[in-house]
Antibody, heavy 121, light 107 residues
Framework: QVQLQESGPGLVKPSETLSLTCTVS????????WTWIRQPPGKRLEWIGY???????NYNPSLNSRVTISIDTSKNQFSLKLSSVTAADSAVYYC???????????????WGQGSLVTVSS | DIQMTQSPSSLSASVGDRVTITCQAS??????LNWYQQKAGKAPKLLIY???NLETGVPSRFSGSGSGTDFTFTISSLQPEDIATYYC?????????FGQGTKLEIK
């Protein structure tokens, strides 16, 4: 079965770069689009961005200048980097698989368990 | 960005009750509305996509309807395991956005 697992530091200092990796098993990463979504404590879900199997990306404009999502098909992994973090970036970060019945109209059918990242000195 | 507003924000119901949650978009999103269930401390789970399509493996007591700006999510007979927060998500226009959630509790 398809499984996703986030990994990375749980604590990041202000102004530094948050880095997370999602390892996918049970399906070839080259067959789908993949996404990062975050959820600050007690708040709604916020979409961060997509990456395609060819490395094409689309980011939330609210984070666009600070976000980089990349993919490594040889390792069946994709990654998130968020630069210049502040306390407002503290959240549970989820990786997920994106599916669509019409191009770019994505919903998220498989999720990782989530990785809590706290920004604090 | 398209704003998604769910109603109510919280709801208490009895086992066996019919439960309805609404989601309103700030502009026309056609049928591109999805529903998720999130249990405490867990990742969201996809229940309904494209307004009314039941995801594989999801019990048939869950259903969705609507188009344009107004959508409805229904649990036909509430079960104890349905205790969770439910979110809608529009995927018609990027950035995709989520509602604020509806927390469902057992009375």
């Amino acid at each position: 079965q398809v499984q996703l697992q986030e990994s990375g530091p749980g604590l990041v200092k202000p102004s530094e770069t948050l880095s997370l990796t999602c390892t996918v098993s049970g399906v070839a990463i080259s067959s789908y689009y993949w996404t990062w979504i975050r959820q600050p404590p007690g708040k709604r879900l916020e979409w961060i961005g997509y990456v395609s199997s060819s490395g094409g990306t689309n980011y939330n404009p609210s984070l666009n200048s600070r976000v980089t999502i990349s993919i490594d098909t040889s390792k069946n992994q994709f990654s998130l980097k968020l630069s210049s973090v502040t306390a407002a970036d503290s959240a549970v970060y989820y990786c997920a698989r994106a599916r669509a019945t019409r191009p770019y109209h994505y919903f998220f059918d498989k999720w990782g368990q989530g990785s809590l990242v706290t920004v604090s000195s | 960005d398209i704003q998604m507003t769910q109603s109510p924000s919280s709801l208490s119901a009895s086992v066996g009750d019919r439960v309805t949650i609404t989601c309103q978009a700030s502009q026309d999103i056609s049928k591109y509305l999805n529903w998720y269930q999130q249990k405490a401390g867990k990742a969201p789970k996809l229940l309904i996509y494209d307004a009314s399509n039941l995801e594989t493996g999801v019990p048939s007591r869950f259903s969705g309807s609507g188009s344009g700006t107004d959508f409805t999510f229904t649990i036909s007979s509430l079960q104890p395991e349905d205790i969770a927060t439910y979110y809608c998500q529009q995927c018609d226009v990027l950035p995709t956005t989520f509602g604020q959630g509806t927390k469902l509790e057992i009375k």
